[in-house]
C-alpha cells in the first residue's frame, strides 16, 4: 500500500513538471499599464493548450499581497491591434487607473485564451441536469466541457499563478470574468467551485442560451441554468455576484432572462451589497462597451475599502 501511494505521488508531482517549469516569453500583445508574462500554449490534461497571458500592476514584485482576477478569452483583454476586431476590454488601462487612484486593491489578472472551442469549452456542463429529459433527448450533452475548463483553471492554471507569483490565494481574493458565455461559465464556477473563488463578474451573460439550434431548446435550457444556479449558489451573500447588460442588438434580448435571474437571487436573501445587476443604455455585445463600464465590475470586487 505504502508503495502505491508513493508512485501515485511521484505521478502527480510528474504530471505537474512540465508547467511549473514553463517560462514566459515576449507577449504579443502590449500593454499602456503594467506589464505582461505571456505563456504560450499552457498544456493541460483536460482541455486542449492554450495561452495565458498575465498582467501584473506597475512596480509589482513577486510575493506582493494582491488579489487574483481569472478573466477568459484572454487574447481580447489588452491590445486592439492583436485581436480579430481590432476592440479590447483596456483592462490594463482601467485596472491601473483604479489601482493608481486607490479604489481598487492591487490585481493580477490572469488573461486565459479561448479556443474554437469555445461555446463548448465555457457551456456550464452540469445544467443539463435540471432540463427535462424529453427536451434534451436530442442534444449531445457530451460536446460541453465546462467542467474539464474549470479543472484546467482550477487545478492547473491557478496552482501555476500561486506557485509563480505567491499573491493572495483565498477565496476572498480569488475572483473570476467574463462576458457573454464567458459570463455563464464565470457564474458556473463560482457554483461549483464555492471554496475557490469569492466573486463573479458576469457581464452581457448569454442566459437566453439561444444558439438558434431548432434542437435545442433554449428556453428549456435558459430555466434549467437558473434552476441549477438557485440550487448550487453558495449560501446568500457569502460571496460577490455583479452581472450587467447593455440595451442594445443580442444584449437587448437578454432582459426578461436577467430579470428572472436577479428576482430569483433577490429571492435568495442577496442584498445589494453582494450582488449587482446593471443595465447600460445604448450598449451593445462587443468589447467596446465592456471596456467603457468595467471600473463597474472592478470597483464591485475589488473595493478599496475592503483592504
Known amino acids: 500500500m505504502k508503495i502505491n501511494a508513493m508512485l501515485i505521488v511521484l505521478a502527480m ?5 512540465p508547467i511549473l517549469a514553463q517560462e514566459p516569453i515576449e507577449a504579443p500583445q502590449q500593454v499602456r ?16 493548450a492554450r495561452n495565458v497571458t498575465v498582467w501584473l500592476p506597475d512596480g509589482y514584485v513577486v510575493g506582493e ?5 481569472y478573466m477568459h478569452d484572454g487574447q481580447m483583454l489588452f491590445d486592439a491591434t492583436t485581436t480579430w476586431n481590432k476592440q479590447e476590454w483596456k483592462v490594463d488601462e482601467v485596472m491601473g487607473r483604479l489601482i493608481t487612484e486607490d479604489k481598487v486593491r492591487r490585481c493580477i489578472v490572469v488573461g486565459v485564451d479561448n479556443t474554437k472551442n469555445r461555446l463548448n469549452d465555457y457551456f456550464p456542463t452540469k445544467c443539463y441536469e435540471y432540463v427535462p429529459e424529453e427536451l434534451r433527448k436530442d442534444v449531445d450533452v457530451s460536446v460541453y466541457k465546462g467542467d474539464e475548463y474549470l479543472r484546467f483553471l ?3 492554471v491557478k496552482p501555476f499563478i500561486d506557485n509563480r507569483y505567491k499573491p ?10 467574463g462576458s457573454s458565455m464567458g459570463g455563464l461559465i464565470s457564474m458556473y464556477a463560482l457554483c461549483e467551485y464555492p471554496q475557490v473563488f469569492g466573486g463573479a463578474v458576469c457581464m452581457s451573460t448569454h442566459l437566453s442560451m439561444n444558439f438558434f439550434n431548432p434542437k435545442f431548446n433554449s428556453e428549456a435550457w435558459a430555466k434549467g441554468f437558473r434552476d441549477y444556479v ?3 449558489l453558495p449560501a446568500a ?23 428572472s435571474m ?3 437571487l433577490q429571492g435568495l436573501g442577496w442584498d445589494s451589497d453582494h450582488f449587482e445587476s446593471l443595465i447600460f443604455e445604448g450598449h451593445q455585445h462587443m468589447e467596446i462597451y465592456w471596456a467603457q463600464r468595467l471600473n463597474y465590475p472592478l470597483m464591485f470586487i475589488l473595493s478599496a475599502k475592503n483592504k
Open 13 to 17: 508531482m510528474c504530471s505537474f513538471v
Open 33 to 48: 499599464a503594467g506589464r505582461l508574462e505571456f505563456f504560450p500554449q499552457f498544456k493541460s490534461q483536460f482541455v486542449e
Open 65 to 69: 499581497p494582491c488579489d487574483v482576477l
Open 154 to 156: 482550477v487545478e492547473e
Open 168 to 177: 493572495l490565494t483565498t477565496r476572498e481574493h480569488t475572483f473570476v470574468m
Open 230 to 232: 438557485k440550487a448550487k
Open 237 to 259: 451573500n457569502t460571496r460577490l455576484i455583479y452581472m450587467d447588460r447593455g440595451d442594445v442588438e443580442l444584449d437587448g434580448t437578454y432582459g426578461t432572462y436577467q430579470y
Open 262 to 264: 436577479d428576482k430569483m
